[in-house]
């Protein structure tokens, strides 16, 4: 927020952090599937049911557990959880020792910090915040809904239990490497045009669910990268704009941008939880069971619109409340340069009072 007051330095600044993120979380999941594979290896279904009957199915577990496999699994797990918590605090210590704070070029010391309950109030009543909120929390709620659920689809409903791995590779590498792509659509187009961008996922997501097939999971997946690339950056770059159009309304306090930001984080939690808790309520009522070879109709028909409709239908509707946003390029500009006017007009008012002060002591 602070690394600068230009808009585009903000945005590049903010693609190479979301990039960063992408590439880590590729990262964490490599090291992550390459330590616990080897929990895995027997772990497939191979037993070939009657012609007329699925009880054996339902009955076969398709992840034997001996207690000398269970012990294997916890060992790799606690080992994969030691080295991932290990990059955890060496990204901690980079960033404590090698990102230096800034000041708000906006604020002057003779600005008072806004109380958290009053800026709390202050925010949560600020028409193109809630907007903002409301619109990514939706689409933030079905990306979480497709990658809950994408593992489970796979291996359940569409038959891809080999590819999913992959899969999973392939979104997080077209993700990765789409988000320069989306920094530049975005300069060039603005933002609310980019995130036109997150609805591509609708129609190929509907494709995979009705015709399973291979080559067309792996397309789906990399456009499915490029969506998931722009929720994650556009956000976290229409997030200052908010910001600053809050200062302008407010421009006698600072501190409020990390009440923006915090809140923020809070409500992409709460996303993740809501599709956790759709998927966990709508598996549990139509008999999921884990562990087994193949699950009932209902379970598949579940998983396809966990994958499918509801996603779509939340992008939708996220898309439509973000049709009310109101900061564009032009207000944006407008807004940079009347913050620009009022940090000039503080800092000669600050400067006039500290001289009449001195006058005054002299005198």
């Known amino acids: 927020m602070f690394l600068s007051t230009d808009q585009k330095e903000r945005d590049s600044a903010t693609a190479y952090r979301m990039t960063m993120e992408v590439l880590g979380t590729l990262i964490g999941a490599a090291l992550q599937g390459q330590i616990v594979a080897s ?19 339902h009955d076969t577990p398709s992840f034997p557990d001996p207690s000398d496999a269970l012990s294997h699994q916890a060992k790799v797990y606690m080992i994969a959880a030691g080295v991932i918590g290990g990059v955890y605090l060496l990204g901690i210590i980079i960033l404590f020792l090698g990102v230096k704070e800034k000041d708000d070029p ?53 038959d891809l239990r080999n590819h999913f791995q992959y899969l999973v590779v392939t979104i997080l590498v077209s993700a990765a490497v789409s988000i320069p792509f989306w920094q530049k659509f975005l300069q060039r187009f603005g933002k609310k045009c980019a995130a036109c961008g997150i609805s591509w996922m609708i129609p190929f997501a509907v494709m995979l669910v009705t015709i399973p097939n291979p080559i067309l999971a792996y397309f789906v997946a990399f456009v499915s990268g490029l ?33 923006f930001y915090s809140s923020y984080v809070f409500f992409t939690k709460m996303s993740a939880g809501i599709g956790l808790g759709i998927s966990a309520a709508g598996l549990e009522f139509t008999g999921y069971k884990p562990g087994i070879c193949r699950q009932s109709n209902d379970v598949i028909l579940t998983l396809k619109i966990l994958i499918g409709a509801v996603p779509a239908i939340l992008i939708l509707v996220g898309l439509f409340i973000l049709l009310f946003y109101p900061i564009t ?12 006017v009022l940090s000039c007009y503080k800092s000669v008012a600050t400067r006039q009072w500290i001289r009449v002060s001195l006058h005054k002591l002299n005198t």
Request: charge should be negative; charged fraction near 15%; proline fraction near 6%.
């Open 106 to 158: 906006y604020a002057l010391n003779s600005d008072r910090a806004i109380p958290f309950c009053k800026g709390l109030g202050l925010t949560m009543k600020h028409g193109p915040y809630v907007k903002f909120t409301a619109s990514f929390l939706l689409i933030s709620t079905a990306v979480q809904l497709e990658q809950s659920n994408f593992v489970l689809f796979c291996t359940h409903a569409a």
């Open 39 to 57: 929990a895995h290896v027997s772990h497939h279904c191979t037993v070939t049911p009657p012609v007329n009957t699925t009880d054996s199915w």
């Open 329 to 340: 390029e032009e207000s944006r500009k407008e807004t940079n340069l009347a913050l620009e």
């Open 227 to 259: 969506s998931i690339a722009a929720s994650l950056l556009l956000p976290w770059s229409m997030l200052p704009d908010v910001v600053d159009n809050f200062r302008l309304q407010n421009p006698h306090g600072k501190g409020h941008e990390t009440i």
